[in-house]
């Protein structure tokens, strides 16, 4: 039987069998006990090992040890569990010990498992040369003939941060503001990041958002203050830190949400006109006190060009000049009424300007036109193309248009 | 009658405040606008850090949303009265410093002056409406100004003109509260309930 006893810091025992036979005996150690033979720094002694006494039957003799080598494996796995982990930049060499053996100790070298060349071996070191990325990962150190595990750690390759981009805004002036940052470039390994807000001699609070991770928000404790903000933010991983600073205005930071629930509608009877309307963003708090003014533009789907609108009140806008027939597309802004600076557009909207229901024709030209309609897939519509952009409205001009519609229904018909 | 009254001078309130605003906000870009005429013509660094300046209304303040508008105005006055001494002396220092040389700079400064003058009057209406009246100017003049060098003259008159910006936005915002119809009702709130 193993006499070993357990490391001084073993406070009871695992295992302690008591047999039915009397002859049998099983003794547990407890904390305090020496063992004068040799403990394994690493591992420890596998606890409540059974010693002494004479064993009448020979099935629970080798329970006991088949359920001590089950607790010696568990335990040499388990001890690294809580792993070390150890972080190099890319392009560095790194070295790793095996451990407290000897440089010329016969030992196996494993990455995540697979074994590592003996070429990458100096004596009983592993020698990694201008690490890469794809170097990360479990690296496991064997004594040579026991595959005892004698060292592990878990390799990290990474960089140090660089200099974090670092926003602050107004959205819900005035309540307060929020910060966000992040990182310019990946540095694949954990960062974490530290925010200071002071304002004149006061440092303010930043309560971070629970989502997403990378913003704080604050709340105002005075409004109108020329004094300025002075956001610092620094971020920190195992390879080094970084850090940038923002000083701005209460002022200059306001800009609200996009406008939402932007709707445009024709309006029936007028070819040229279409109605927009929007509500304030939810995330602005007090649109009385605190009123927004609005941007709209709008263009057809056909040009390039926008027209803009500025509106320094109420929430909806008509469109008096689009071109009749055509679609639109529309897209509102919105500004605190004094400070800040424009939001975002809002998200599009389209519509098309109402247009007349096509009549029902008699003459035979308009029969013959309604003939190439229906099978011409390439003829205008009559009451539209023609009279485009700068048509002026005014009977002699309509009378022209339908005039111009009926001969290319006439040339359709020739081509088909 | 009483409610008449009562009417009448709700609609003279939000008349006035409506009036009140938009005298703010005209006085605040050409506040703006003086700023960066001062700053050229002082030879001065737009960013430059003013230190609170001794005598200069200041803007900032804390649970402004609690105010009442008799608190609102009572501020607005006070303050309004200290920049109209103000930039007499500014101007008064500048025509002593540049003579007739720079009538720019003079000529926006009395603009802004005058702005602010009225703006204060203004202010003594309301007051008059709720019936309180404005308090009297006795006392109200700021100190003498300090004994300061050119530089110091210049960076307090720029110290002056950045918080005068700042009055005159929150002007804006106190009488937007203040135009505010009282809940339950759909004439301005009186000035002694409502913040």
């Excluded at chain 2, 660094?45 to 402004?64: I, K, L």
Aim: proline residues 7%; negative net charge; charged residues 20%.
């Amino acid at each position: 039987m193993d006499d070993r006893a357990p490391p001084g810091n073993l406070t009871g025992c695992l295992f302690c069998f008591v047999e039915e036979n009397p002859r049998s005996e099983c003794k547990c150690w407890s904390s305090g006990q020496k063992n004068p033979l040799d403990v394994d720094e690493k591992l420890g002694t596998p606890q409540g090992h059974c010693t002494g006494g004479e064993m009448a039957n020979p099935v629970p003799s080798a329970c006991c040890v088949v359920l001590a080598v089950v607790v010696v494996v568990y335990a040499q796995r388990h001890s690294q569990q809580d792993s070390h982990i150890q972080y190099e930049r890319v392009g560095a060499d790194v070295t790793m010990k095996c451990g407290s053996m000897d440089w010329d100790a016969a030992v196996t070298w494993t990455a995540n498992g697979t074994d590592i060349d003996a070429s990458h071996l100096n004596g009983s070191y592993l020698i990694l040369k201008k690490v890469d990325l794809t170097q990360s990962g479990q690296y496991s150190c064997y004594e040579g003939s026991s595959w005892h595990l004698k060292y592990q750690t878990y390799l990290r390759v990474g960089t140090p941060p660089k200099e974090p981009l670092l926003m602050c805004r107004s959205n819900n002036y005035p309540k307060g503001f929020y910060c966000s940052w992040h990182l310019p470039t990946p540095t694949y390994i954990p960062n974490s990041f530290n925010i200071s807000v002071i304002h004149g001699t006061r440092e303010m609070v930043c309560e971070k958002d629970v989502f997403p991770k990378n913003r704080c928000h604050i709340r105002y404790l005075q409004l109108f203050s020329t004094v300025k903000y002075k956001v610092t933010l620094t971020v920190t991983n195992a390879l080094g830190k970084n850090s940038t600073t923002a000083t701005f205005d209460e002022f200059a930071i306001v800009k609200p949400d996009p406008p939402e629930s932007v709707v445009a509608k024709p309006v029936p009877n007028n070819p040229r006109r279409l109605e927009v309307s929007w509500q304030n963003p939810s995330s602005w708090p007090d649109p009385e006190s605190f009123p927004l003014k609005f941007f709209l533009r709008y263009r057809p789907l056909i040009l390039d060009q926008w027209q803009h609108v500025e509106l320094s009140d109420g929430t909806s806008h008509t469109i008096t000049d689009a071109y009749a027939g055509k679609e639109y597309i529309i897209q509102v802004a919105a500004k605190d009424n004094d400070i800040g600076t424009w939001s975002d557009w809002s998200v599009a909207v389209h519509a098309t300007p109402w247009t007349e229901e096509p009549k029902h024709l008699t003459t035979e030209a308009q029969v013959t036109e309604t003939t190439s309609a229906s099978t011409s897939s390439f003829m205008p519509p009559p009451t539209t193309k023609i009279c485009d952009k700068g048509a002026v409205v005014g009977s002699g001009a309509v009378a022209v248009c339908w005039t111009a519609g009926l001969v290319l229904a006439a040339y359709g018909v020739l081509f088909i | 009658m009483a409610a008449a009254d009562n009417t009448s001078a709700a609609l003279r309130r939000r008349d006035l405040c409506s009036r009140g605003i938009r005298l703010a906000g005209k006085m605040r870009s050409d506040v703006v606008d003086l700023l960066d005429t001062y700053v050229e013509r002082q030879g001065l660094d737009a960013s430059a850090s003013v230190a609170a300046v001794e005598g200069v209304p200041v803007a900032a303040v804390e649970r402004w949303d609690e105010q009442t508008g008799t608190q609102r105005l009572l501020e607005n006055l006070a303050a309004y009265r200290t920049f109209r001494a103000l930039l007499a002396q500014m101007l008064e220092e500048q025509q002593e410093q540049l003579g007739e040389a720079d009538t720019t700079l003079g000529q926006a400064l009395a603009a802004v002056l005058l702005q602010v003058s009225a703006f204060t009057y203004h202010l003594e209406e309301l007051l008059r409406l709720e019936s309180r009246g404005p308090p009297s100017e006795e006392g109200a003049e700021p100190p003498p100004a300090p004994h300061l060098s050119l530089f110091e003259r210049k960076l307090r008159g720029l110290g002056v003109l950045r918080e005068l910006a700042q009055w005159a936005v929150r002007s804006t915002r106190d009488l937007r509260q203040l135009a505010k119809p009282s809940p339950g009702s759909s004439s301005p709130a009186s000035l002694a309930e409502s913040p």
